[in-house]
């Protein structure tokens, strides 16, 4: 099995979420007491924070371009970053590595054309919503028409993942916004829903959902652990 490496701590909470799924995944392929071969490399989020509301994108990049480097140089045979906001800067990583990066948007988007997908609705970060990065991806590579929530609705979705689901807080109250959000999606014609910021997944489970949840933090790790076991790998980076 290839060694997966992880840059982490985007916030701390998804990074053990990463984790278990990671090593879940693995025995599940393969059975008995295996797990994944990982390495992870956590960076500071309250650096990564403030750096993220000044919009400080190039020391961002530097950051994620030494952790990505560190992990490289601990053995790690894939570099994946666990948060869907950071690959903004993926680039960077890219640059800095030899090794290959595995971007968290390619496996939800090849889920959601599988599943027959065209139009799908986004929750994220501000800036997984609003900047092109992501949607911007999601269309040029799978040919995706991405729906955003209002601007308030934005807000809302953007305030919980920082103020709340970063610090381990599940609010029963915060759910019902999300539920909300991902109805008013369903009305503009949304026929599933992004859950593109890895926090969100330790609030909305399939069940809380009108619209078909696709998970990015869950298919993210599946794909990595599917990378890690074939024996002929192929790089994952176009």
């Given at each position: ?46 650096v990564v924070e403030a750096d993220q509301r000044a919009g400080d994108w190039v020391s961002l990049g530097r950051q994620m371009a030494d952790a990505a480097r560190q992990l490289e140089r601990g053995g790690a045979d894939l570099v994946m970053l ?83 689901l970063c610090h381990g807080r599940i609010d029963a109250q915060s759910r019902d916004i999300y539920r909300r959000v991902i109805g008013r999606l369903a009305e503009r014609g949304a026929q599933a829903v992004i859950l593109g910021c890895t926090e ?39």
């Amino acid at each position: 099995m290839k060694t997966i490496g992880v840059i982490g701590g985007m916030s701390w909470e998804s990074s053990a979420e990463y984790y278990r799924l990671l090593n879940r995944y693995a025995k599940a392929r393969l059975g008995g007491h295996h797990n994944a071969r990982s390495v992870m490399v956590t960076v500071d989020f309250a650096v990564v924070e403030a750096d993220q509301r000044a919009g400080d994108w190039v020391s961002l990049g530097r950051q994620m371009a030494d952790a990505a480097r560190q992990l490289e140089r601990g053995g790690a045979d894939l570099v994946m970053l666990a948060t869907n906001t950071m690959h903004r800067v993926h680039e960077s990583i890219e640059q800095a590595i030899k090794v290959p990066f595995l971007h968290i948007a390619d496996p939800t988007g090849a889920a959601l054309r599988s599943a027959g997908i065209e139009r799908v609705g986004l929750l994220g970060t501000r800036y997984t919503m609003e900047q092109q990065f992501y949607v911007g991806r999601l269309r040029e590579r799978h040919g995706l028409d991405t729906v955003i929530p209002d601007e308030d609705e934005r807000a809302d979705v953007h305030r919980i993942i920082y103020d709340e689901l970063c610090h381990g807080r599940i609010d029963a109250q915060s759910r019902d916004i999300y539920r909300r959000v991902i109805g008013r999606l369903a009305e503009r014609g949304a026929q599933a829903v992004i859950l593109g910021c890895t926090e969100i997944t330790l609030l909305i489970k399939p069940e809380d959902s009108t619209l078909p949840v696709f998970d990015t933090t869950a298919l993210h790790a599946q794909e990595a652990v599917d990378w890690a076991i074939k024996e002929d790998t192929v790089t994952p980076r176009t």
